[in-house]
């Protein structure tokens, strides 16, 4: 079988968001053709309340999903569809924005260091204006694959006969959360059609045998064509997300939260949410 290489590396940017949250995008800088179908991928964590309590006021979205990865801490969430409540440690919060929702994300003081994952996957043109839905996955319901010095938690898709709680999201992607002791070296296979980005976050490690580019926190590998990749850990160890999911190859139309394929569908959306026309179910 094919191993991937790395094709680029991606160095993550801080940047301030919301009504004023400092977090990390791995990415989501314009480049969409590098990661489709996903179109941006923000790590937050801070041990300063400052750094992330004014949260994200009610704002919309349209055309896309949204999986948010609580690693630690607490956020509170409210939506136009009338959903409220509380994302932890270990949970997960799913939205199919579809055709408009209306939301907001608040995160709650924390004794230790807040962090996660929100990853914005992109809708095709036939689904762009879907019935909006959401989805809270508790800690417990999570899936885990064990292999030789690693595992996998399994937010999203399906490895080695273990499928993970999201299954209905649109574009089938693989949302892993993947932890390798000290020194591992293990194979993942992986989908050939699939874009595959590996976003480290604790240690360091390398993602071809040849061990040609060593990746760190805050950095993105975008692998080649293949059906596997050869993780390899640091001695410090090595923790990233893996992404995977077949490109949609659609033009993409993007302002902000929404997430059109023309630049007439985008107006027409925010024209629609001044008027008060936004939400349609």
Same mark, same amino acid.
């Given at each position: 079988m094919?191993?991937r290489?790395i094709?680029?590396?991606?160095e993550?940017m801080m940047v ?7 977090l990390?995008?791995i990415f989501g800088?314009?480049?969409t053709?590098?990661t ?10 801070s041990k ?10 009610w ?6 999903e949204?999986i948010t990865?609580?690693i630690e801490?607490v956020?509170?969430?409210g939506?136009?569809l ?8 270990g949970q997960v919060q799913?939205?199919t924005a579809?055709s ?6 608040m995160p ?13 996957a992109?809708?095709p043109?036939k %689904?762009?204006?879907c019935?909006p839905r959401?989805r =809270?996955?508790k800690?417990?319901?999570?899936a $885990?694959? /064990? #292999?030789?010095?690693f595992k996998?938690?399994?937010i999203c898709?399906?490895y080695g006969?273990?499928s993970?709680p999201a299954?209905?999201i ?6 892993f959360?993947v932890?390798?002791?000290p020194g591992? %070296? ?7 059609? =699939?874009?595959?980005?590996?976003c480290?976050? $604790?240690? /360091? #490690? ?6 040609t580019?060593e990746?760190?926190?805050?950095q ?5 064509e293949g059906?596997t990749i ?7 160890g ?10 949609l190859n659609e033009?993409v139309?993007?302002?902000g939260?929404?997430?059109?394929n023309?630049?007439?569908?985008l ?10 026309t936004?939400i349609?179910?």
């Open positions: 094919k191993e290489k094709k680029k590396i991606v993550g301030m968001e919301g009504a004023g949250v400092k990390r995008r800088f314009g480049d053709a590098l489709d179908p996903f179109l941006l991928l923000d790590n937050f964590g300063d309340p400052a750094d992330y309590i004014a949260g994200f006021p704002h919309p979205h349209r055309g896309i949204t990865y609580m801490g956020v509170a969430h939506d136009s009338g959903n409220s409540g509380t994302i932890k440690s799913w939205m579809g408009g929702i209306v939301h907001q994300e709650k003081a924390y004794d230790g260091n807040m962090r996660g994952f929100q990853l914005w992109n809708l043109k %689904e762009k204006m019935r959401y =809270d996955i800690a417990e319901d999570m $885990e694959f /064990k #292999g030789e010095g996998i938690k399994i898709g399906e006969g273990v993970g299954q209905d649109v574009i089938n992607p693989w949302f959360d932890q390798a002791e591992a %070296e293990f194979s993942l296979k992986v989908r050939p059609e =699939d874009n595959v980005l590996c480290v976050f $604790e240690g /360091k #490690g390398w993602f071809d045998k040849k061990k580019q990746v760190g926190p805050g993105l590998a975008v692998l080649e059906e050869a993780c390899s850990a640091s001695k410090e090595l923790r990233f997300m893996l992404i995977a999911g077949k490109p033009p139309a993007w302002r939260p929404i997430v059109m023309t630049e007439s569908e107006k027409k959306a925010f024209e629609e949410y001044r008027k008060g936004f349609k179910r």
